[in-house]
């Protein structure tokens, strides 16, 4: 059957690349070179060295530099390399909420050949369960808090290497056991479990920094992540993602942020963004935005682990001269609905991009009369890895479409 027969006997004039030509805005290119990287690794190691001194990340008080970020991911690569059974091509969930931990280990994962499944923390066990046995699983970084799950799931998956992350690995020694004190003796969040057979996060980083990193040829055809989604009905399935596809869009991406500016100047200038990400990087969305885009531009990410804390979040939001951010409708709505959010310094924000729901108008401008800044929305799925369209910045974006 064709297109026309489908659609009552009517033809579907399909649209052509070049319709856009002379649509996009100033400074956007028409077309990225989708040969410039070998793979997200790649794309990885040059912008570490060509961003070393610039933040990368910011969690909790500490910083990592683009260079720190690349010796801790290549130690996680090495001891999954030399101090597990894991190889190239294997899979490997990753299970926590915005951590500088997160970045390390999706990073070093990738370094070491294997390809992450994106777990939301949040999982019941039947969740966790079909996860880890649909992806074929077989090791898994998860946050202690959710320890008593993973206890429970563990006999019925093939996973057999467990790291084990807990909130205070990146602080000092110190300030990391008071934290890790406060979680698990002050606000008990974490239940009792016994997995005697989990390396900790940093003892992992400790045996890998001792361990040589032996380089993974990749291709762009090679499977990346698996990213779960749900779909429209029915159980998550996993998406395959490439190299290619991640990397594709991370081009396709940073072409809209060059944007020309009506000053002049492109809307997103290389490393030189504060952007703020309170949405989860486990979801496509944020890991997109967040964790692969912020690569190619040498971005400054401000990673909130818990943005359901609105007045955490704006507390968190007043330390820094943020300069982009990323949500949704209902995350606007819950920070403009705080009172000490107009109290904040709005002024350098120029970009907020809304997307995973529809954005409501009087939501986008609300927003635009609080913060002077402009939502733009974009449209995509997981399987498109997942920025399929997006609206211009600034003034040239129309609500709604």
């Not at 309170?278 to 692969?292: G, K, Q, S, V, W």
Request: glycine share 8%; aromatic share 8%; proline share 4%.
């Amino acid at each position: 059957m064709t297109a026309g027969q489908a659609h009552a006997g009517k033809r579907i004039k399909i649209m052509q690349a070049d319709f856009w030509d002379d649509k996009r805005p100033a400074g956007v290119d028409s077309n990225v070179d989708l040969q410039a990287y070998q793979s997200v690794i790649d794309v990885f190691e040059r912008c570490c060295n060509k961003f070393a001194d610039r933040p990368a990340f910011s969690n909790m008080g500490v910083t990592l530099t683009y260079a720190e970020l690349d010796r801790h991911s290549a130690a996680f690569a090495a001891y999954l390399q030399q101090h597990t059974q894991l190889m190239p091509g294997e899979r490997i969930a990753v299970q926590m909420p915005n951590l500088l931990q997160y970045p390390i280990a999706v990073f070093g994962a990738m370094r070491a050949g294997l390809i992450v499944i994106n777990t939301n923390p949040l999982y019941t066990a039947r969740e966790m369960r079909h996860q880890f046995k649909d992806s074929g699983a077989k090791a898994l970084v998860y946050l202690n808090m959710f320890g008593k799950l993973v206890q429970e799931v563990l006999p019925d998956t093939a996973i057999e290497h467990l790291i084990e992350v807990k909130m205070g690995d990146m602080q000092s020694a110190a300030k990391g056991w008071l934290v890790n004190t406060i979680v698990d003796k002050v606000k008990k969040l974490v239940p009792p479990f016994r997995l005697p057979q989990a390396v900790g996060f940093k003892r992992a980083l400790q045996l890998g920094r001792d361990s040589q990193l032996q380089k993974v040829a990749q291709k762009l055809d090679d499977v990346a992540v698996l990213q779960y989604t749900g779909g429209t009905t029915g159980l998550a399935k996993g998406a395959m993602l490439t190299h290619g596809n991640l990397v594709a869009n991370m081009q396709q991406v940073y072409a809209c942020m060059r944007q020309e500016r009506p000053e002049g100047g492109p809307v997103f200038e290389e490393g030189s963004e504060v952007m703020i990400a309170p949405l989860p990087l486990y979801h496509i969305y944020a890991f997109t935005a967040n964790c692969m885009c912020m690569m190619i531009s040498g971005n400054h990410n401000i990673l909130i682990t818990n943005p359901r804390d609105i007045a955490g979040f704006i507390k968190e939001l007043g330390k820094w001269k943020f300069t982009a951010m990323i949500g949704l409708n209902t995350l606007f709505v819950a920070l403009m609905n705080h009172p000490d959010f107009k109290k904040l310094d709005f002024s350098a924000l120029k970009s907020t991009n809304s997307g995973g729901t529809a954005l409501v108008k009087a939501t986008a401008e609300r927003w635009a009369q609080i913060t002077g800044c402009t939502i733009v929305e974009g449209y995509g799925l997981t399987e498109t890895s997942p920025v399929a369209s997006a609206n211009p910045y600034g003034a040239l974006a129309r609500l709604g479409t």
